[in-house]
């Protein structure tokens, strides 16, 4: 089914489907979310994703009356799926997912922003066997705390361990107490609000310039207004920043997700 485009005012592109409408999922309701913890069973909506590579099914919990970060979004599903399929693969992507630079012992220790549901922290602790922190605002945790009990048997079977911590972007004290002892950094559809843009970037700078260590962030990203190219610009002044994965369009519509490779300048 086509999706149809809407333009407004001839700087906002957007395309909307049933299932993906940004003129809901972006907006006043993010920040004002209801306790999670009183979601009645009708706004849960519970599913299982098979990953191939393991063997298993992960289940995640969204709970869409509560606001955008209680939804998966596209990107997040992209970066599922290619976690899921780097295994015997060797592409940039495939490449950064193996990458132990602290010794082959030890777990890739992965930071997550703006986890959402935590889906994509939770399928890279267990497809890599990873150490991996998912992040966002504290009134989304408590969602991510639910999906990381519920998949607490499949984690420990793949040695992936999922810690959780408050990190709202460009805030000093988050970011401190998070540290830097990671590498790599994951995000997906992390850049939408323009107000948004540079507390991320801010945290961006902390992470991937401010220690001595090289550290990666690797970005999923579906592109929905135009405006978006003012973070990329301003992103690009500090960091190398190289597109590492081009999805198809899906479900009609003309633009696909794109995963972006941040990298600090030198
Ligand atoms: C569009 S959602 C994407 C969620 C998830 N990564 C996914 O792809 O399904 C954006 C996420 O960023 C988080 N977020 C928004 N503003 C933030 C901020 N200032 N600091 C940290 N996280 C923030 C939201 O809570 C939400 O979970």
């Known amino acids: 089914m086509t999706s149809p485009i809407v333009q407004i005012q001839g700087d906002i592109d957007i395309d909307i489907d049933e299932d993906f409408n940004p003129f809901t999922m972006i907006l006043p309701q993010d920040g004002k979310d209801n306790d999670a913890n009183h979601a009645t ?29 209680f939804q998966l979004w596209p990107a997040a599903t992209i970066l599922v799926t290619l976690l899921d399929n780097t295994n015997g693969l060797s592409t940039p992507l495939s490449d950064l997912f193996k990458r132990q630079e602290n010794g082959d012992s030890l777990p890739l220790r992965i930071l997550e922003l703006g986890s959402g549901t935590g889906i994509v922290g939770i399928v890279a602790a267990a497809v890599l066997g990873a150490k991996v922190t998912v992040t966002d605002l504290p009134h989304v945790l408590p969602n991510i705390q639910f999906n990381v009990d519920a998949n607490s048997q499949v984690l420990e079977q793949q040695n992936g361990v999922v810690d959780i911590a408050a990190l709202s972007w460009g805030e000093s004290q988050d970011m401190e107490a998070v540290g830097r002892d990671y590498d790599l950094i994951l995000g997906s559809d992390v850049v939408y609000h323009d107000h948004l843009y540079d507390p991320l970037i801010k945290t961006l700078r902390f992470f991937l310039l401010g220690g001595g260590k090289k550290i990666a962030f690797v970005m999923a990203h579906l592109r929905r207004w135009k405006k978006e190219s003012v973070f990329f610009k301003r992103a690009k002044k500090l960091f190398d920043v190289q597109v590492i994965h081009t999805e198809p369009p899906s479900n009609g519509s003309r633009i696909g997700v794109v995963v972006y490779l941040f990298t600090g300048k030198r």
């Open 41 to 69: 069973p009708q706004h849960q909506q519970q599913e299982l994703y098979f990953l191939q590579s393991i063997n298993s099914n992960i289940v995640i919990r969204q709970l869409p009356s509560q606001g955008l970060s």
